[in-house]
C-alpha cells in the first residue's frame, strides 16, 4: 500500500516542493480504481513541474480518463530527496490521484520524450515495486508500456518495457487499453497478451524479436513462436486529421507553476520544413493542421477553465501555420480573449518579428530566434532555409519594434563544420549587435549554442557526433570571438551531449549499462547539477561497451540500424538522398508550400498533409 | 472597490507555498470572472494582496486577502462565483467590503494562534521544555536561508502556549501564540527547533502545525 494522507503529511516537512506529490489539482480525475477494468499509470520519468507541462501526456490523460473502463492516474519522477525518504519509510512509488503503488495497476505508460530520463525510469519501475526486466515479469505484475520520440529507437530500454507505442497516441492508446482489457476477461496468459499487442498497428514488442548482429548492422528480426510472427516492420501510428482529434480542453490546474505556466493548444501537427538534424521534423509528418475555427474556441475554452492570463499556441514551426495571423489578431483584437498570445518556436524572419511584435512582448521580454548556423553554407547543409539577409532583416525588424534583448540560438559540432563556419556564428551575432547600434539602441545579443547530437530518423543518423574535447575546443573558440559589450555566450555541456549521442542511437546491449548506472545511483542525468559521469564511465566499462563507437562513428550508407524496422513512415532513401544533399550544401523546400518532396509517408501511409481552411497540400509523388 | 476575503489553506493545500497561494487565488479570481483591477505599467499585475504568508507544510483556518475591484459588483454574487472557482483544499469563510480609510493590514496583525501537532513525544517531556523555553531571557535561533544565516532571538515572539494535550497514541497538540511586529514574526517549527536546547527530542519537520485565527489589534 501507498502511505496514507496522515502519514504522508507528517513526513512531507523533510523534501524540497512536497506540493509534487500531493496532487489535487483542479480538474484531476479520480475515479474509483477497483470499479474499472483497466487502472492505468501515467508515469512521466521527470519532475513534477516538467511533466506536467507536458502536452502529450495531457491529451492521453484526458482521452484514457473518458473510457469508462479505464482509469487514469498520474505518477511522476520523485526528486532524489524523496526517493529517499520512500525508501527510509519502506513506502513505494504512489500515484498521485489514489496514492496507490506503480506495481499496483494494470498498465504502467511511460512518456519517452528525452534520452536522458532513462535511468529514471528504472528507478521508477524499482521504485514502485515492479521487476525492473520484462522477462522478470509474471502474470500478477504491471504491463510496462513506453510512448513518445524515443520510442522510435527504444532498443536501450528494450529489456525493459515490454511494449513500445510508436506515433500519434490518441487512438492508439485506446486501441491498447481494450486489448487489455478483453485479455484480462479472458484470462489469459501474458505471452498471449504481448501477442496480441503486436497485432496493434503501432505496438513494437521487444520480446518478439532476436536481435541478429552481422558486418551489415544490427538488426530485430521476430521469433517464430509456434507459427506466430511479430510483424517485421512496425509502422507509426498516423492520425489522419488532428481537426477531428480529443483535444483536453479541461485539463488539470497545478496548484504548483509548471515549466510552461501558462494554456496550450496545438494548432497543428508536424513540420514540413524538414532542418535534417531535427528528429521531431522527421517523425511527426505530415503537416496536419486544425481549423481556426476550432483554434479559437479551444484557447477560449482553456483560459476559461484554467483561468490563465496567457494561451500559446504551441506546434513546432508557429509561424508556419497557414492562419497564425488570423489566429493571433482574433484573439487578441476581434474579439479580445482577455489573456496574452504566445508563440514558441517562431521562424528566423520578419513574418516571425512581426507576429511576435503584434503578441506585444517586446516591452517587457527578448526574442528568441534560431538560425542553428552561423555560415550559409552550414545553414544550407542542415536545410535551416534562411539567408544571412534574412536574419539581418529579421534583427532590423526586431529592433524597430522595440526589442533590445534577441536570443540566438546555434548549434556546434554539425557533419561538416569547420572553424570558420563556427566562427560565424559570433560574426553574426556582432553584425546583429552593430544593426541594434546603428538604430540608436544597446542592444544584447545572447548567443546560446548546444552539441548537435545525431538522433535515429533522420537525414543526420548516419553522422557522426563530436567528442566533448573537440566541442570544448569549438566552444572556446567561439567564446573567445564573442567578446565584447552587448555579446553574450551560453553555451551547454558537451558531456552531457555525449551521453544523448550514445543512448539516441543506442542498441540492446545498452540496457546492460543503463542498469549498472542506475545500480550506481544515476538519476535525473540530464540535469547537469545531478548527472554522474564517472559512474556512467564505470558502468560502460563494466558491461563491456563502447560508447564512442556508439556515439562517434560514421555508419556506412548501407549499414542496418537497431531502429530499421521501426518505421516512422519517411523512407530511409529520402533521410540518405536529403544526406547526400547535406554534403553538396543543398536545400529541399517545405512539401507545404505546393510540391511534395518525396519523404514517402503519404503514400505508403495513406495519409495526407491536411492544411485549414481547405486549401490543396501537395499531392505526394508516389515511390520515388 | 476593495473587497477583503477570509479563506482556508485546508489541510490538501497545506504544502504550497505562499507563492503558490497567491496564484492559485489569481487563477479562481479569473475563473471567478471578478472584475479584477490591473496595476499600470509594462506587465499589469491584478491588484490582489494575500496577507501574513504560511510557510510550505502549514495550513491556515481563517486566512486573508483583498482584491481591488472595478465598479461595485454584488459581494453575494462575487462570493458565490468565487467559491465554485476554488481549487480541492480552499475554501471561502467570508466576503466583505473594506473601506478606503482602513489601516494597512500587516499593521493590525497582532498574532497568529497556532496548533501544532507532534507525534512520538511524551507531553510532559513537551511541557518541561517548554517551561524551560518560557523562563528563558532570550533564544537565539539560527535561520538558514539559501545565501545567508539569520541568528533571531524567538523569545519575545512567543505570547504564549497551551496545555499540551494527548490526542491518542503517541500524539500531543498544543496551541502557540506568536507575536507579530510590523510584519515581522517566526515560524511555530522554529521554536519546536529550539526546544533540543532544552531537552526536547523532536524533529520539527514532522510537526502538523495550522494556523486556527490571526489575532488583531
Ligand atoms: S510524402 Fe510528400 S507531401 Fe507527404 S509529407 Fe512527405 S514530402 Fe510532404
Redesign the pocket.
Known amino acids: 500500500m501507498g502511505p496514507s494522507w496522515d502519514d504522508l503529511k507528517r513526513q512531507l516537512g523533510k523534501v524540497e516542493k512536497p506540493a509534487r506529490y500531493v496532487g489535487g489539482e483542479l480538474g484531476a480525475v479520480r475515479k474509483d480504481l477497483a470499479s474499472v477494468d483497466v487502472a492505468f499509470a501515467l508515469a512521466f520519468p521527470d519532475v513534477y513541474e516538467v511533466g506536467v507541462s507536458h502536452l502529450g501526456s495531457l491529451i492521453i490523460y484526458s482521452i484514457l480518463n473518458s473510457l469508462d473502463f479505464v482509469a487514469c492516474e498520474r505518477v511522476y519522477m520523485p526528486w532524489t530527496d524523496m526517493e529517499q525518504l520512500l525508501k527510509d519509510k519502506g513506502w513505494p512509488l504512489f500515484s498521485i490521484e489514489s496514492r496507490v503503488p506503480l506495481a499496483s495497476f494494470d498498465i504502467v505508460g511511460f512518456s519517452l520524450q528525452y534520452e536522458l530520463t532513462y535511468t529514471n525510469i528504472l528507478a521508477m519501475l524499482d521504485l514502485g515495486g515492479i521487476p525492473l526486466r520484462a522477462e522478470d515479469r509474471g502474470d500478477s505484475h504491471p504491463l510496462v508500456i513506453a510512448g513518445g520520440p524515443c520510442a522510435m529507437a527504444p532498443e536501450p530500454l528494450a529489456d525493459f518495457v515490454d511494449a513500445f507505442a510508436l506515433g500519434d497516441g490518441e487512438e492508439l492508446v485506446v486501441d491498447i487499453v481494450r486489448v487489455y482489457r478483453d485479455w484480462k476477461k479472458e484470462g489469459a496468459s501474458r505471452r498471449e497478451l504481448l501477442k496480441r499487442l503486436a497485432g496493434v498497428e503501432g505496438v513494437y514488442v521487444p520480446s518478439l524479436y532476436e536481435v541478429v548482429r552481422d558486418e551489415t548492422g544490427t538488426r530485430a528480426v521476430p521469433k517464430d513462436l509456434d507459427g506466430f510472427r511479430a510483424p517485421p516492420v512496425v509502422r507509426r501510428r498516423v492520425l489522419k486529421s488532428l481537426e477531428d482529434a480529443p483535444y483536453p480542453d479541461k485539463p488539470f490546474i497545478p496548484l504548483i507553476p509548471p515549466i510552461h505556466d501558462r494554456a496550450m493548444v496545438e494548432i497543428f501537427r508536424g513540420c514540413?520544413q524538414g532542418c535534417r538534424f531535427c528528429q521531431a521534423g522527421m517523425l511527426y509528418?505530415?503537416?496536419r493542421e486544425r481549423e481556426p475555427e476550432t483554434v479559437d474556441k479551444l484557447a477560449r475554452e482553456v483560459l476559461k477553465h484554467s483561468g490563465y492570463d496567457e494561451v500559446s499556441l504551441v506546434s513546432l514551426s508557429s509561424a508556419d501555420y497557414g492562419f497564425i495571423k488570423e489566429a493571433v489578431s482574433r484573439l487578441l483584437r476581434k474579439d479580445p480573449c482577455g489573456a496574452r498570445v504566445s508563440l514558441p518556436s517562431l521562424r528566423v524572419d520578419s513574418f516571425s518579428v512581426g507576429l511576435a511584435e503584434m503578441l506585444g512582448s517586446s516591452a517587457t521580454s527578448g526574442l528568441t530566434l534560431a538560425p542553428e548556423a552561423g555560415s550559409q553554407r552550414m545553414r544550407d547543409a542542415i536545410n535551416k532555409r534562411v539567408t544571412e539577409e534574412e536574419v539581418l532583416e529579421a534583427a532590423e525588424s526586431a529592433f524597430s519594434a522595440g526589442y533590445s534583448h534577441i536570443k540566438l540560438y546555434f548549434m556546434i559540432g554539425l557533419p561538416g563544420e569547420t572553424d570558420e563556419d563556427v566562427l560565424d556564428i559570433a560574426r553574426l551575432a556582432s553584425r546583429i549587435r552593430e544593426i541594434g547600434r546603428k538604430m540608436g539602441k544597446r542592444p544584447t545579443v545572447v548567443v546560446s549554442v548546444s552539441g548537435f547530437v545525431p538522433k535515429p530518423h533522420t537525414p543526420f543518423q548516419w553522422e557522426p557526433a563530436v567528442p566533448p574535447d573537440e566541442l570544448k575546443r569549438r566552444q572556446r573558440l567561439l567564446r573567445n570571438a564573442l567578446r565584447g559589450p552587448g555579446l553574450e555566450f551560453r553555451y551547454h555541456d558537451a558531456e552531457l551531449s555525449a551521453l544523448e549521442a550514445v543512448f539516441a542511437r543506442g542498441d540492446r546491449r545498452l540496457g546492460a549499462a543503463l542498469e549498472a548506472a542506475f545500480r550506481k545511483g544515476c538519476r535525473f542525468d540530464a540535469w547537469p547539477d545531478q548527472v554522474r559521469f564517472e559512474a556512467w564511465a564505470e558502468a560502460f566499462r563494466e558491461t563491456g561497451i563502447d560508447p564512442a563507437g556508439y556515439a562517434y562513428r560514421e555508419r556506412p550508407r548501407d549499414e542496418v540500424f537497431p531502429w530499421d524496422h521501426l518505421s516512422s513512415g519517411?523512407r530511409k532513401a529520402f533521410l540518405w538522398r536529403e544526406r547526400e544533399k547535406s554534403r553538396e550544401a543543398l536545400t529541399t523546400w517545405d512539401?507545404r508550400e505546393g510540391r511534395?518532396?518525396?519523404?514517402?509517408?503519404?503514400?505508403d501511409f495513406g495519409v495526407?498533409?491536411r492544411l485549414a481552411g481547405g486549401r490543396k497540400?501537395?499531392s505526394?509523388?508516389a515511390g520515388r | 472597490m476593495r473587497v477583503r476575503a477570509v479563506y482556508e489553506k485546508g489541510d490538501r493545500v497545506r504544502f504550497l507555498g505562499h507563492l503558490d497561494v497567491g496564484r492559485c487565488l489569481k487563477l479562481a479570481l479569473r475563473r471567478a470572472g471578478w472584475p479584477v483591477e490591473m496595476s499600470q505599467g509594462f506587465s499589469p499585475k491584478p491588484k490582489i494582496s494575500v496577507y501574513a504568508p504560511l510557510p510550505v507544510g502549514v495550513a491556515g483556518h481563517r486566512e486573508y486577502f483583498d482584491a481591488v475591484l472595478s465598479g461595485r459588483p454584488d459581494i453575494g454574487a462575487l462570493a458565490r462565483t468565487l467559491a465554485s472557482s476554488l481549487p480541492e483544499g480552499f475554501a471561502l469563510h467570508e466576503l466583505y467590503p473594506v473601506g478606503d480609510g482602513e489601516p494597512p493590514f500587516e499593521e493590525t496583525v497582532k498574532a497568529s494562534l497556532y496548533s501544532v501537532d507532534m507525534e512520538g513525544v511524551e507531553p510532559e517531556a513537551i511541557r518541561r521544555a517548554l517551561d524551560a523555553f518560557l523562563k528563558a531571557s532570550q533564544v537565539l535561533f539560527d535561520v538558514v536561508r539559501p545565501n545567508e544565516v539569520k541568528t533571531v532571538d524567538l523569545r519575545p515572539f512567543v505570547l504564549g502556549v497551551g496545555e499540551p494535550e494527548e490526542a491518542g497514541a503517541d500524539r500531543v497538540v498544543l496551541d502557540m501564540t506568536i507575536a507579530h511586529d510590523k510584519g515581522r514574526t517566526v515560524r511555530p517549527q522554529w521554536v519546536i527547533a529550539s526546544l533540543a536546547e532544552f531537552g526536547l527530542n523532536a524533529d520539527p519537520r514532522e510537526a502538523i502545525i495550522d494556523r486556527r485565527k490571526i489575532i488583531f489589534e
Do not use: M
Not at chain 1, 511534395?596 to 503514400?603: F, N
Open positions: 514540413g509528418r505530415p503537416v519517411v512539401c511534395c518532396t518525396g519523404c514517402g509517408i503519404c503514400g495526407a498533409v497540400g501537395p505526394f509523388e
